[in-house]
Structures are given as C-alpha cells and as structure tokens.
C-alpha cells in the first residue's frame, strides 16, 4: 500500500476516533443527498413500528420540514445509511457535519441559547459528550417508539435525554509480520511483545483512555492492568491515525483497540493486519447515543430519522459501515458476533460514568507520564 493511500485511509478513518473521545475535532458541513423519488409503498423494512413512522413522514411534510441537522462524530461514515432513509423518505434530506466535543458542546450550546438562521436537530456520538450535552440542559426528552428493547442504565439516560443508537466495535488490530497474534488481554503482557504494543494516549479521551478505564472498572482486571501493560513496554501514540499507522506500516506490532472500520478499510488496501474480536477475557463495546436538541428545528424529521437507525432496513444499513444498531437482536456485521453473546467488560451507568472516567484517568496518567 503506498504512502499517499496509507494517509487517505487514515484521514478517513480518524471520524472513528469520535466513538471514544469527548474532546474536539475540525468540523466538516455535508449534505448527505436528496431524492424527488416518491416514498416506498413497501413498509416491511420499517418493522412493527412501520404506522408511527409513516406517521412522522407525514408530519414532517405537513409541516414542511424537508430536511434534518445531523451533529455527529461520524456523520461522513454515516452517509449510507443517511442514504438508506432519504431512499426511503425522499422528501426529507440530511445535512450535518463531522463533529464531537468541545466544537460540537459549544456549537449546540450557541445554538440552543440564541436564534440562528440555521441549526442543528440531533446530536449523535459517544458518551461524553453526549452526557456534557444533556447535563447542561441542551437537549429534550424523547423516546424513539422503535427502539424496543432499547434500555437500562447504561443505554437510557434520564428518561430518554440519550439513547443508545448504535454499536461499534473494537479490538486488538495486529500486523502480522510484526506479531503472530494477540488474542487476550494478557497476551498482551507476554514479554515476546515487550515494546511491540501501542495505544492511544490513555490519559486523554480516545480508545486508549476508553479501553484502559474500562479495564480498570472490571474486577478481573482493575488498575492493576494498565500498570502491568506499562511495564512490559506498551508505548503512547498521540493520536487515533498515529496509533494505526505505526501498525499498518510495522513500526508496532499492535494497535491495543483499533476499530473494525479502519482493519476493513486497511484489509481493502492490501495491508498485513488483522482484528481480533472479540478479545478473549472480554471487550468493551463503545456506544453512540442520539439526543434530540433543545428546541429543534425539524422535531418530526427528526424523531423519524431517529427511529430509522432501530428498523430492520436501518439496521441493515448500519452493519455495512461496520455498526450495529443498538436495538434488541439487531444484526451485526460479517465476522462480529451477536452483541448478546460477546462477553463484555463490566462498565459503569451514565449516571456515574464522567465521574468514574475522571477517577481512572488521574491514576492514568501517574501511570503513563
């Protein structure tokens, strides 16, 4: 694979990065499409919760609402299944841009307390941010008829402020010519990999910090973990694109948590890795979580696209981006088990998840300075 695609690859796939991080990135506008097709007399892809949806199409159209403002941390990775709702929903077009953090905190905030021309409808991404969101009053209760089973404390956060959208995966992304295999957690302390292993920077939000405090949280492994990954040479890469490149191109042996978005797009591009998942002695599964924005332009289209990411067809869409849709029994992509029967390191509520996060990451970072 040469250089120039190696960078492509990654440039596209440092939106992954937003799946673990609560900090800020560049901002990109897009526009995901727009059809003059009429709507989809076949509703079957929509499920049991097809007439509510229907309902909400019809709402929208009524009220003249012909598109919805996607905030989200992967909202270019998200496009074909931005794509398989304006399909199905022709007069309702998706604009948005690329966005987490700090940018996407302020961006909401601004919005929410003053009245621009144009703002956003939903807000999409991982946990921290989506938690800053919501304890700080910017977004609205609401939920999503078609996310059956759907719940819990770790996916419901204050009757339906965040919920859970969709699934994505990550685990140990291997360069074959550097490392035979790195199956388990303490495969990764074995001394032949002293010096081999890398991780993004656990001391600040990303996968490094997300797998590490994870760990820490589970009995089987608390912080004792980290300390001993330290100690048998794991190094800190800088950033998500650093901790793949330095594997892609043998400089490392193992990026400790890399997505199954980047291994698909690096096995395309001919690149010796390969993911292992689930990583024996559990995974921990990052999540993304919808909120509907206070005082959202769009409420209906909105709410629609919301249900769209628990249907069949939506589902089914989200599995060719390497996602799954967080709905019960939902499928996953080719190669990842069922999401029921992973066995999943023990994590913490969204009620108690910033403060266990900050716990974790002050003993990080005595650990790895």
């Known amino acids: 694979m040469t250089t120039r695609r190696m960078l492509t690859r990654l440039v596209a796939m440092t939106a992954t990065l937003a799946l673990a991080a609560g900090c800020g990135g560049d901002d990109e506008t897009g526009d995901a499409g727009g059809s003059s097709a009429s709507p989809s007399a076949d509703t079957a892809g929509l499920g049991p919760q097809a007439a509510e949806l229907q309902a909400l199409y019809e709402a929208a159209r009524k009220g003249g609402e012909d598109k919805v403002v996607v905030y989200a941390g992967q909202y270019t990775l998200m496009k074909p299944v931005f794509d ?61 008829p078609a996310a059956t089973g759907v719940e819990g404390d770790q996916l419901v956060y204050r009757d339906n402020l965040l919920t859970a959208a969709n699934y994505s995966f990550f685990g140990n992304l291997v360069n074959t010519e550097v490392v035979p295999d790195a199956k388990s957690w303490e495969a990764l302390l074995d001394p032949k990999l002293r010096g081999k292993v890398l991780i993004q920077d656990p001391t600040k939000a990303g996968s490094g910090n997300g797998i590490l405090t994870t760990l820490a949280n589970d009995e089987r492994y608390g912080i004792e973990y980290a300390k001993r990954l330290k100690a048998n040479g794991a190094v800190s890469a800088a950033t998500y694109p650093e901790l793949l490149n330095k594997v892609v191109d043998g400089t490392y042996g193992v990026a400790m948590y890399g997505g199954y978005t980047a291994y698909l797009g690096f096995k395309e591009d001919g690149a010796p890795v390969k993911f292992v998942f689930p990583v024996e002695g559990g995974v921990w599964i990052p999540i993304e979580y919808f909120g509907l924005i206070k005082n959202a332009p769009h409420p209906n289209a909105a709410k629609l696209l919301m249900n769209y990411f628990y249907t069949p067809e939506g589902a089914k869409a989200l599995t060719s981006i390497g996602a799954a849709s967080a709905v019960k029994d939902a499928p996953t992509p080719e190669g990842i088990p069922p999401i029921a029967k992973i066995d999943q390191l023990n994590s913490t509520p969204l009620d108690t998840r910033l403060e266990n996060q900050e716990k974790y990451t002050a003993q990080l970072e005595d650990i790895f300075r």
């Open 84 to 144: 398989a709702f304006t399909k199905r929903f022709p007069e309702i077009k998706i604009e948005g841009k690329d966005t987490f953090g700090a940018p996407m905190e302020t961006t909401i905030g601004q919005e929410v307390r003053g009245k621009p021309a144009q703002r956003g409808d939903i807000a999409h991404t991982a946990d921290t941010t989506m938690l800053n969101l919501a304890n700080n009053d910017l977004l609205q209760a609401y939920k999503p």
